[in-house]
């Protein structure tokens, strides 16, 4: 997913590709701001088939570290931001995660259960400007130091059929079940849902669903990009 992306830069330099709130991004940015993250991550050991598991809210630094991640070739893990006590910790631990990237406003969920996380190495706060980092069951990093890099970092070789997401089901009718989803997988569902729906690239996609979720990204973000 990440060559669509460097395939995007090359057809339309910085061109607009997203929006949130007042944050604009271009697809040279997005590619800027996804390589400091794969740098940074890579740095502290992360790379191919490692999982990060991501307690976060929609922000643009979600996007950033989706494709970071992928082009280590490293599986994202994202977690719904409700998610407490023994249905967390299971999800954590079910999919081997090696390391939480976790927004600042949810350190109330992930703080309780991180004694009973043994795989967990770390634990990267995103939080709010000036904000003192917490004391934790695990050591803690501030993600925007580990972010704030050149961006340089060793290229892995990625293919169609490497995992780049283990997303939880929702558990309606048994504990939830972690599905791991090829990078070719994103890639078809953005052709399909292009196709059924006749977008152009002069259309534009709205999200109002959590990033999360297989909607948000697979449905909506890939056919937005593709």
Not at 3 to 14: D, F, I, P, S
Not at 92 to 117: H, N
Request: glycine share 8%; hydrophobic share 40%.
């Amino acid at each position: 997913i990440h060559r669509v992306l460097k395939e995007k830069v090359k057809q339309y330099g910085n061109r607009e590709f997203f929006r949130f709130k007042d944050q604009v991004f271009g697809y040279e940015d997005f590619d800027r701001e996804s390589d400091k993250v794969a740098a940074g991550l890579q740095s502290l050991g992360i790379g191919k088939d490692d999982k990060v598991a991501i307690v976060m809210g929609n922000r643009s630094e979600y996007l950033f570290l989706w494709f970071g991640l992928s082009k280590l070739g490293a599986l994202e893990v994202p977690i719904n931001t409700a998610h407490r006590g023994d249905l967390l910790t299971y999800m954590v631990d079910k999919a081997d995660c090696r390391l939480m990237v976790v927004q600042s406003e949810f350190l109330d969920r992930v703080a309780p259960v991180l004694k009973d996380l043994p795989k967990v190495e770390k634990v990267l706060i995103l939080g709010k400007e000036k904000e003192a980092l917490p004391k934790l069951d695990k050591p803690v990093l501030d993600y925007w130091q580990v972010v704030n890099n050149s961006g340089k970092y060793d290229e892995v070789d990625v293919l169609w059929s490497d995992p780049f997401i283990i997303m939880f089901t929702s558990g309606t009718t048994g504990p939830s079940k972690g599905s791991v989803m090829a990078q070719n997988y994103a890639l078809y569902m953005g052709e399909c849902v292009i196709e059924a729906a006749e977008y152009d690239e002069n259309d534009r996609l709205y999200n109002a669903l959590p990033l999360f979720h297989g909607n948000a990204q697979v449905l909506s973000t890939m056919p937005a990009l593709m």
